[in-house]
Nanobody, 117 residues
Framework: QVQLVESGGGLVQPGGSLRLSCAVS????????MGWYRQAPGNERELVAQ???????YYSDSVKGRFTISGDNTKNTVYLQMDSLKPEDTAVYHC???????????WGQGTQVTVSS
C-alpha cells in the first residue's frame, strides 16, 4: 500500500503564497501521472495541476500562471507552489498518484487551504 501525505496548507491573505507538499512512500521516479486536485464545499473535486512521466504538464485555466507543480525524486515528494492566491482558491487540496502496469491509484488525505483577509 502506497501512502501520500500532504502538508503545507493553512490560512493566507489574498495575494499571498503557499507551497503544498505531497510525500510519497514509494519512488516517484516511476509515477506515470501525478496530480493535485482540490474540492471546495458544495463543489466537485477538480484537477488543478498534473504532470506525466512523459513530460506533459497540465494546469487548469483558473490557476495557470499562478501555480507550479514540481517533484523531487531524491525526497519522493511532489510540490504545488501557489502564488497570487485568491479567495476562490480556498479548498481542500489532495494529491493523487497513478502507476501503470499494473494499474494503481492513490490519494492523500488532503490539506486545507484558506485564502481570506
Amino acid at each position: 500500500q502506497v501512502q501520500l501525505v500532504e502538508s503545507g496548507g493553512g490560512l493566507v491573505q489574498p495575494g499571498g503564497s503557499l507551497r503544498l507538499s505531497c510525500a510519497v512512500s514509494r519512488s516517484i521516479f516511476s509515477i506515470n501521472v501525478m496530480g493535485w486536485y482540490r474540492q471546495a464545499p458544495g463543489n466537485e473535486r477538480e484537477l488543478v495541476a498534473q504532470f506525466t512521466r512523459g513530460g506533459t504538464t497540465y494546469y487548469s485555466d483558473s490557476v495557470k500562471g499562478r501555480f507550479t507543480i514540481s517533484g523531487d525524486n531524491t525526497k519522493n515528494t511532489v510540490y504545488l507552489q501557489m502564488d497570487s492566491l485568491k479567495p476562490e482558491d480556498t479548498a481542500v487540496y489532495h494529491c493523487n498518484a497513478e502507476w501503470y502496469n499494473p494499474y494503481s491509484n492513490y490519494w492523500g488525505q488532503g490539506t486545507q487551504v484558506t485564502v481570506s483577509s
